[in-house]
């Protein structure tokens, strides 16, 4: 393949979106770049990534429209699949060479829960984007439980201390609670388990002998792939469901049911959906891999560009993608989100695609999701808090994205200060919906320091 050559100018203005409130300022960014920038050398052009239907995949999507995978000599095509079982398997099995994925897959694989494989992240796709929704009929037996404003409308967060008397009412009843997720180690999982626990709610724990996550159990959380939720929570089979959009919204726009919070409150700019390719790939293709990084980077750039979610919005309306109505996608795409019916507020940050380091794989987000797993006893045994980073390492990899990242600052697509200077941890945080502190160096400590789940020494 030939080579391409990019000029690069010395002196450039950039936009650097502020982290509160997204804002812009120009800020003038010196780049010491070579005048010429040689293209890599693409392994492998020709390339199949799978996504599920959902609003996050649209950093693969964007990348293909706006020609960003071909300006690195990629030929792409995306292939909508049906659960995310499935895509875990076809990407295991070569028939993907990549996927949009949930978080926890590529940590799980490597960890020892569910199929196992050496599977890597060198590019987190976003942050935010998932809702919890229940029933109509839940919701009405909730709200008398939930503080109002001097608006009358509900006070957000909103925390699960409110469905707390409804869950004890159906157990007076003689019925189980049931709520739905999309995989055992989806971001939805641990999210709508953190948010039950931090009411005194157990989300039922995981053993060697039932690995369906329901030992001890106040709701029985069960798995419903994500364009089925809000056919599932119809027909009643489910009474409420932590889901990514658009099926939050399309739960309003139904009529049949109400998101009463978002995972931006129950963990603020929390980490979602990442790439993930395996091990083998990156190591015998290593330059077509920068190269989809770079693409993924640029994408999530663009998104993230006051004034293209409308066009991003119609894109992922399309069959192809995600096939929901543009109305649906916008409510949440664009700034909004609706809980009940007209109460649509202001959400600027429900969807991050680039802001706040949103691409960059950090350890301390798959420590995170370690100790989730410990936590509910997807992982049965006590780990060291060495082991916690040194597989966080195994499975993360910053030095692939930070390779693509210079790459393109040295051709002029993005400033030098989007690069973070960090050791791959986030500093610590209480931004949770509990207020508990979580500090990636210190996993066992966060562990031990829950009421509800596995305790180590």
Not at 21 to 42: C, N, R
Not at 168 to 182: C, D, N, R, T
Not at 201 to 211: A, C, H, R, S, V
Request: aromatic share 12%; with cysteine; hydrophobic share 35%.
């Amino acid at each position: 393949m030939r080579n391409k050559f990019f000029r690069v100018a010395v002196f450039a203005f950039s936009s650097v979106l502020v982290s509160c409130g997204g804002k812009k300022k120009e800020t003038p960014v010196v780049e010491e770049a070579p005048e010429t920038v040689q293209s890599l050398e693409i392994e492998k052009p020709q390339l199949k990534f799978g996504f599920i239907k959902l609003t996050d995949m649209a950093p693969l999507a964007i990348a293909k429209e706006k020609g960003f995978f071909e300006d690195e000599g990629l030929f792409v095509s995306v292939e909508a699949q049906s659960n995310w079982k499935n895509i875990l398997d076809r990407v295991i099995d070569g028939q993907l060479d990549g996927s949009h994925m949930l978080a926890g897959q590529p940590i799980a694989a490597q960890a020892g829960f569910g199929r196992q494989a050496e599977l890597v992240t060198p590019y987190s796709m976003d942050l935010n984007g998932n809702g919890i929704t229940v029933s109509n009929d839940v919701w009405a037996k909730m709200k008398p439980n939930v503080k109002k404003g001097p608006d009358g409308k509900p006070v957000h967060p909103i925390p699960a201390t409110s469905l707390k008397p409804v869950i004890e009412g159906y157990k007076k009843e003689g019925k189980a609670f049931k709520m739905g997720m999309v995989f055992p180690v989806s971001t939805h999982n641990y999210e709508i388990r953190y948010w039950l626990a931090a009411a005194g709610i157990k989300p039922g724990m995981y053993t060697k002998d039932n690995i369906q996550g329901q030992v001890d159990a106040d709701v029985l959380l069960s798995v419903t792939p994500p364009p089925q939720m809000p056919a599932t929570l119809e027909a009643g089979t489910i009474y409420g469901y932590c889901v990514g959009e658009p099926w939050n919204q399309q739960a309003v726009f139904k009529g049949i049911g109400v998101p009463v919070t978002t995972n931006y409150d129950i963990w603020k700019n929390n980490p979602e959906k990442v790439f993930v390719l395996t091990k083998e790939f990156t190591e015998k293709y290593p330059n077509t891999t920068v190269a989809i990084t770079k693409a993924l980077i640029r994408a999530g750039k663009w998104l993230d560009t006051p004034g293209n979610r409308p066009e991003a919005v119609e894109i992922l309306s399309r069959s192809e993608y995600v096939g929901a109505p543009v109305n649906v996608l916008a409510n949440s795409m664009t700034g909004t989100f609706e809980f009940e019916k007209g109460d649509k507020r202001s959400m600027e940050d429900f969807n991050v695609f680039y802001r706040y380091n949103a691409t960059y794989p950090f350890y301390s987000d798959a420590v995170w999701f370690l100790t989730q797993m410990r936590r509910w006893g997807q992982i049965p045994e006590a780990k060291s808090a060495d082991w916690y980073a040194s597989k966080a390492k195994d499975i993360y990899k910053p030095e692939i994205w930070k390779k693509a990242a210079e790459l393109l600052v040295a051709e002029g697509k993005i400033p030098a200060t989007d690069i973070p200077a960090t050791d791959g941890y986030k500093p610590a945080t209480t931004d949770f919906i509990d207020g508990n502190k979580y500090d990636g160096k210190d996993p066992i400590g966060y562990i031990n320091s829950f009421e509800i789940g596995n305790k180590d020494k």
